[in-house]
C-alpha cells in the first residue's frame, strides 16, 4: 500500500507530539506539569452536563447538517450582544475551530494557492494547509514589540497572485498578542484592495487582560469585510470545554455558503448531544467569563514573575490568550523537553512544554523556544517554573 504525499508532508503536532514521552513518564510514577497545552484546568460551567441530563429524546438521531437551530439562534444572539448581525443562514455548526478552519481552507484555495498568516503561529494552520494542497506564506513577527505587526507595504509586499487569504488569531496563538485597531484596519484594507478572504480565529475573544476592555474587538465590528470576512469560533476556550467539539464558522458571503453546507453534508452532522450542551453554555452569566479573566490575569502574572527569575531565560509578554513564548539557553527545545520528561525529575515531578520550532513555518527557526501555556492554578505554575529552571541547571545541552 503506497501512503500519499500529501499525508507524508503533514507535520506532527508540537504540541501533542511528545505526548508517548509524558505518558511513559506517567508511567514509570512521574507527575507531569503540563504547560504544553491548551487545556485548562477551569470547571466547565455546569450548565452542559444539566441540560444533557434533562435530554429525553429516545433516539439520539442524525442531526441538520449546518447545526441545530437551538445551538445557531443561541450563538446569533451571543453575536447580537456585542453588536455583530448574523442571520441564521450565516452560522454553521462545526466539529471545532479546527473543522471550521478546514472547511474554510477548503472553501478558498486551490492546491498551490497561498494563505498569508503572521508567524509565530498556531501550528495546526499549516497541517490544514497542506491537507488541502494550499501553502503558508509567513510573515515573521518579533518579540521586540510584542508579536506585533510589520507595517502595511511590508505586509502588501507579501501578497502575491497566489494569495487567496489573510488568517489571522486575535488574541494570538502562541504569542499573546492582541492586535490594536489600527493594525486590524490595515488587515482590512488589504483583504478589501486584493479581494481576499479573511480568516479571523477569535476562538480568545473574552481572553484580554491590560486594555480598558476584557473582551476583544471583533473583525466581525467593521463593515467593509462583510463579504470577506470568514470568522472562526468555539465553545472550547470561551467555556472551558475543549473535549465538547463544537465550534462554528460564521460569513455574510452569501456565495460561500452553499459551499460551506456542501462541506457540512459531506460529514453529515455534528454531535447531536454535544449541541445540546453548546447551546446551554451560551446561558452562562457573565460573571462566569468575568471571573475566568480575572483568574487567567492572576496566571498569567504568576507565570510572568516566575520566569523573569530563570537565569538565561526570556519571555513574550502576552497581553491576551493564556500563553507566552519563551526564549531558554538551551541547544534544542525539543531535545530538552525529552530529555525533562525523560531524564528530570524531582520528587518524581517534572514538567512538559511544546517546542517552539513547531510554530515557524521553517523547522530550523525558533529551536530554542517554547510555547507556554498558563493553564494551571497558580501553585502549580509556580512549580511548573521552578521545575523548568532546575532542569534547565541540569540539562547538559544547555548554552549560557
Given at each position: 500500500m503506497k501512503i500519499s504525499q500529501r499525508v507524508q508532508s503533514i507535520s506532527t503536532s508540537p504540541i501533542r507530539k511528545l505526548t508517548p514521552y509524558a505518558d511513559a513518564a506517567k508511567a514509570a510514577g512521574k507527575k507531569v506539569y503540563h504547560l504544553n497545552i491548551g487545556q485548562p484546568?477551569?470547571?466547565?460551567?455546569?450548565?452542559?452536563?444539566?441540560?444533557?441530563?434533562?435530554?429525553?429524546?429516545?433516539?439520539?438521531?442524525?442531526?441538520?447538517?449546518?447545526?441545530?437551530?437551538?445551538?445557531?439562534?443561541?450563538?446569533?444572539?451571543?453575536?447580537?450582544?456585542?453588536?455583530?448581525?448574523?442571520?441564521?443562514e450565516d452560522i454553521y455548526v462545526t466539529n471545532g475551530g479546527s473543522e471550521a478552519l478546514q472547511f474554510a481552507v477548503m472553501s478558498l484555495c486551490d492546491p498551490g494557492d497561498e494563505i498569508v498568516v503572521f508567524e509565530p503561529y498556531y501550528a495546526n494552520y499549516t497541517t490544514f494547509a497542506k491537507e488541502y494542497g494550499a501553502k503558508i506564506n509567513a510573515i515573521r513577527t518579533s518579540v521586540k514589540n510584542g508579536y506585533h505587526l510589520p507595517g502595511e507595504k511590508e505586509i502588501e509586499a507579501r501578497i502575491t497572485p497566489k494569495t487567496r487569504a489573510i488568517l489571522i488569531t486575535n488574541p494570538g496563538n502562541p504569542t499573546g498578542v492582541v492586535y490594536t485597531e489600527e493594525e486590524m484596519e490595515i488587515i482590512s484594507r488589504l483583504v478589501v484592495k486584493y479581494d481576499l478572504g479573511l480568516i479571523a480565529d477569535e476562538v480568545y475573544r473574552e481572553f484580554v487582560y491590560d486594555g480598558k476592555s476584557s473582551i476583544c474587538k471583533s473583525f466581525g465590528t467593521i463593515p467593509c469585510l462583510d463579504d470577506s470576512l470568514i470568522i472562526i469560533d468555539s465553545v472550547s476556550k470561551r467555556y472551558s470545554a475543549c473535549g465538547v467539539r463544537i465550534g462554528c464558522i460564521i460569513s455574510k458571503n452569501k456565495e460561500l455558503h452553499g459551499h460551506i453546507m456542501k462541506c457540512c453534508q459531506a460529514r453529515l452532522c455534528s454531535p447531536?448531544?454535544?449541541?445540546?450542551?453548546?447551546?446551554?453554555?451560551?446561558?452562562?452569566?457573565?460573571?462566569?467569563?468575568?471571573?475566568?479573566?480575572?483568574?487567567?490575569?492572576?496566571?498569567?502574572?504568576?507565570?510572568?514573575?516566575?520566569?523573569?527569575?530563570?537565569?538565561?531565560?526570556?519571555?513574550?509578554?502576552?497581553?491576551g490568550a493564556f500563553y507566552l513564548m519563551v526564549s531558554l539557553p538551551v541547544d534544542d527545545a525539543e531535545k530538552f523537553a525529552i530529555w525533562t520528561l525523560e531524564n528530570f525529575s524531582i520528587d518524581n515531578e517534572t514538567v512538559m512544554f511544546a517546542p517552539g520550532n513547531g510554530f515557524?513555518?521553517?523547522?530550523?527557526?525558533?529551536?530554542?523556544?517554547?510555547?507556554?501555556?498558563?493553564?494551571?492554578?497558580?501553585?502549580?505554575?509556580?512549580?511548573?517554573?521552578?521545575?523548568?529552571g532546575e532542569a534547565l541547571k541540569a540539562y547538559p545541552g544547555r548554552t549560557k
Open positions: 484546568d477551569i470547571a466547565t460551567p455546569p450548565q452542559f452536563m444539566d441540560s444533557i441530563r434533562k435530554y429525553g429524546e429516545k433516539v439520539i438521531a442524525y442531526g441538520n447538517s449546518k447545526g441545530e437551530m437551538p445551538l445557531i439562534k443561541a450563538i446569533q444572539k451571543y453575536y447580537k450582544e456585542k453588536g455583530m448581525d448574523y442571520a441564521v447531536t448531544i454535544e449541541q445540546v450542551g453548546a447551546a446551554a453554555l451560551y446561558t452562562t452569566p457573565a460573571s462566569y467569563l468575568e471571573e475566568v479573566n480575572k483568574e487567567y490575569k492572576k496566571r498569567r502574572n504568576t507565570i510572568a514573575a516566575a520566569i523573569a527569575k530563570l537565569p538565561g531565560v526570556s519571555a513574550s509578554d502576552p497581553k515557524y513555518s521553517d523547522p530550523n527557526v525558533g529551536k530554542n523556544e517554547a510555547r507556554v501555556a498558563y493553564v494551571l492554578k497558580s501553585e502549580d505554575l509556580e512549580r511548573a517554573v521552578y521545575l523548568l
